[in-house]
């Protein structure tokens, strides 16, 4: 007993250290966010904002009323939503064909989407540079969203495969059998089993879109498709030897905010084990 | 409901390998039919190819007198029991019963019925709410059965249903399906390995071996006429001994000694040189617990019991014997093919539990030699069959 508790303990004082070690970033940003720029330029010591030295909400007005950083947020959102959606319907297709069918190149079509997984991001932006100018597509959401795609739909077919391989064939066969359509049996019964591996592939592609900034620097030029952490790198306020630091760290947090909520929402949806009681086990 | 025919049916795979051979089968209207066999005998394919999860190579599959071949599972209307049950998981037991209705696109009310008509049936009304994780394995069977009587299905398919039960559940199970059957009078198909299953559910058997059909006709023809030695073997429990024997006159010569056997069945195997004689184990008794007057002493022998088996109404005595080379490669080869492993040639048999026999003692038993089977070793047929 006394064993017991002094293990609970340690987890816990365990726990404290790590949460400390990884969020203390974040407290930091959020801590400069509110002070106001004079007091940061001139130091501002302490976590707290000293007395005078708080800006309240003041950054955070600037931050949402600029038009640059509103429009960011938006291109950011729609850019990402839709890579993700098309990367998630393409990789669900693409991951149950690679599951349940037996095709010539079927390893090659897994090796090839490994290596793209693995290839340097930077490496591709200055051929896509060219490219997407030439095509007319440069800085516009097309030309983000299909690089966003192309990077993403390797892992999210990997992952999904993993997953609809775990499916048991005979499901889809008693769809079969009970008189649905292949396509019937796929959407009624196998999707809504993968649907774990569906939400992980959703948000590991959204992560990527949404925290890129290669692609988001490089394709973009004006505020027609840049995203929000390019546009970050654009506030550069008046003086470029002395950026607006609380600004910029408002505008962190309101980055933030869509990536945290998001995970709180589909948190719960990610639940193993959804295919127990499906058959004996 | 509907008859299905099969008709010289074969499926090979890629390797060119025939699963199924050249089959056979006509299911009456109604009908109880059983497919067994050891595993790899092809009989799980044969019923995926009614139901339509496998091509059949050629021959041609009837169901209700149309050619259903190139018809889609979906297209087909039968219903099919899982060997795993595949309840769909994310469904309730309700939506799982009332899944094929939904596709069938039956109105809202229609399905209600029809699924707690079904879930009264199979004893599932408090469970209607649950998910099948949540269900224990006897209760996930019965949601699998009642996706499958929900529908007007033509005929029930089932594989192997019982076999991830224990066997307590099994037993009651069994009894279930029997009942169901019978009060629907629907045509079944039922693909098993268990004999108790195939012998206590059919109204006929189709034994299969290596994708060839062995014997089709009812339990007790099974048992008592075996066609051919795997037949013979493979049906009953403890399976039927096999035996070198040789038949001179009306006189047949075992390893324990010569007996007399009738005269139609010496006719038909006398002067063919060595046989494999096939008798049951119930088909030998300990001479003491049979009456003095009944006791014909010419089909007495002498025996040396090593084991003995006591299970409260019979019991099963064991006696070695030794065979020459070629007869026990024989019955190790049979063994091999209904799935089972013979480390020694001995005999079985059954004893009445009344026997005093001791373990590692001599005994005299009696033979049935009237019930005995005699097989031509080299094609395995049943020389005796109908006698």
Redesign the interface.
Known sequence: MKKDLSSRIGIGVGFVLILLWCLLPVAWIISLSFKSQEAVTVGSPGFFPSSGGGAGWQNYQDVLQDDQFRRAIFNSIGISLIATILSVVFATLAAYAIARLEFSGKKFVLTTALVIAMFPVVSLVGPLFDMWRRFGIYDTWPGLIIPYMSFTLPLAIWTLSAFFREI?W??E?????????SW?AFRK?IV??A?PGVFTAAILTFFFAWNDFVFGISLTSTENARPIPAALSFFVGADPFNRPSSLLAAGAVVATVPIVVLVLFFQRKIVAG???????G | MAAIEMKNIVKKYGDGFPAVNDVSIDVADGEFMILVGPSGCGKSTLLRMI???EDITSGDMLIGGDRVNDL???DR????V?????????LTVYENIA??LR??KRPDKEIDEKVREASKTLDLDEHLQR?????S?GQ?QRVAMG?AIV?EAKAFLFDEPLS?LDAKLRGQMRTEIARLQKRLGITTVYVTHDQTEAMTLGDRVAVMKRGVLQQLATPRELYEQPVNLFVAGFIGSPPMNFLPATVEGDQVTLPFGTFPIPAAKAERTAGKGLLMAGIRPEHFEDVSVIEADKVDSSRTFEAHVDVREWLGDQQYAYVPYEAEAKVQDQLKELARESDSDSLRTQLVVSLDAASTVKEDDDATLYIDTDKMHLFDPSTGDNLTVGL
Not at chain 1, 173 to 181: E, L, N, R, S
Not at chain 2, 77 to 80: A, G, I, R
Not at chain 2, 82 to 90: E, G
């Open positions: 048991p005979e499901m066969q008693a769809a079969q059998v009970d008189g649905a359509t019937q019964v809504p089993l649907a959804l295919t127990a009681g499906a058959v004996k | 139901v339509g999860l889609a599972p979906r209307n039968l219903s099919m899982f060997q795993n049950y595949a309840l769909y998981p994310h899944f094929p596709l069938a998910k099948p994780a949540n269900l394995g996930r996706r529908r991830n």
